[in-house]
């Protein structure tokens, strides 16, 4: 599964739009401002004494001419005020989304049937240290991703796109899928027969079953017509730490890399195909479904 923000990179943008109407409210503020005040009070000045001229002359003045005048002076631009305006909502924006929430939307099924297409979800960018906006580098350790977390990404293949899978395998782990079923660290999971799940997006039934990934309880997906074999494996860094065969795989997670599945699991092009997940490439946690316009009962959080 992917998603890419707006316009291919929408926190350029905003760091972009950010910086821009930083600089043109700072110089009006500090600036352009006492510029068009000076100017005003020269103005005001010419005008009182003129008015004082006519009042001697008797010619009666105009009432609230000066105010006018003054306000007319003293008006920014409209580029000036419009930029003024949008400056502190958009370095508000900026931040909430680089360091705090990021709002993503899920487009396909590979995560099914923890999250549907259309749910809008909230990632949490703080939990797993703070990054940089924009260049993404770690700057504060924090936490570190466990297994059963649903973890959005930069695809390593091209980190211009957001994935989003759930953490399997840490540093070390020896992660086992055979024959659909997966193992970790010589440890095979726990699972539970649930009712087949109706996949409204492809209109077929798959097999809905209760995985237990050490400790942590979420439903997952399998397609019996689907064989067990990973179809062409890419040659990503580390290959040789992996082996396929006719009945799935085995893989030794490296250091500071995550080995990342969807929960559909026969519809998922995930890290059986194109390997690791650096921890540079990470974005955040996703925790919360905040909106799905098509089913207003998605929103809430979920594991």
Not at 9 to 32: E, Q
Not at 218 to 237: E, G, S, T, W, Y
Not at 262 to 270: W, Y
Request: net charge neutral.
């Amino acid at each position: 599964m992917n998603f890419q923000s707006i316009l291919g990179n929408f926190s350029l943008i905003l760091f972009v739009l950010t910086i821009g109407t930083g600089i043109i409210w700072f110089l009006d503020m500090f600036f352009l401002g006492k510029q068009r005040r000076l100017a005003a009070d020269k103005a005001l000045a010419d005008f009182d004494a003129r008015n004082a001229k006519l009042t001697v002359e008797g010619i009666r003045l105009q009432e609230g001419g000066r105010l006018e005048l003054e306000a007319r002076l003293l008006k920014q631009p409209a580029w000036i005020e419009y930029s003024g305006s949008f400056f502190p909502v958009i370095a508000l924006v900026f931040f909430l989304r680089s360091f705090l929430y990021e709002p993503f939307k899920i487009p396909s099924s590979s995560m099914l049937p923890t999250l549907y297409v259309g749910d809008l979800i909230l990632v949490n960018k703080f939990t797993y240290g703070i990054r940089l906006p924009i260049i993404n580098k770690k700057v504060i350790e924090l936490n570190n991703p466990q297994r059963g977390d649903v973890m959005v990404f930069k695809y390593p293949e091209n980190p211009a796109l957001d994935y989003i899978k759930r953490v399997v395998g840490v540093p070390g782990d020896k992660i086992v899928y055979k024959n659909k079923r997966l193992s970790v660290n010589g440890k095979e999971l726990s699972y539970a027969s649930l009712p087949d799940f109706l996949d409204d997006e492809r209109l077929s039934y798959s097999s809905q079953l209760n995985e237990n990934l050490t400790g942590v309880k979420h439903k997952i997906l399998n397609d019996v017509q689907m064989p067990a074999f990973v179809r062409d494996p890419h040659q990503f860094p580390n290959r040789e730490l992996c082996s396929y065969d006719d009945a799935g795989f085995a893989c030794t997670v490296p250091e500071a890399q995550y080995f990342m599945m969807g929960d559909n699991r026969d519809n998922s092009l995930d890290s059986r195909y194109w390997g690791f997940v650096p921890d540079k490439n990470i974005v955040g946690k996703a925790f919360f479904i905040w909106m799905n316009f098509s089913d207003l009962k998605r929103i809430g959080s979920f594991q």
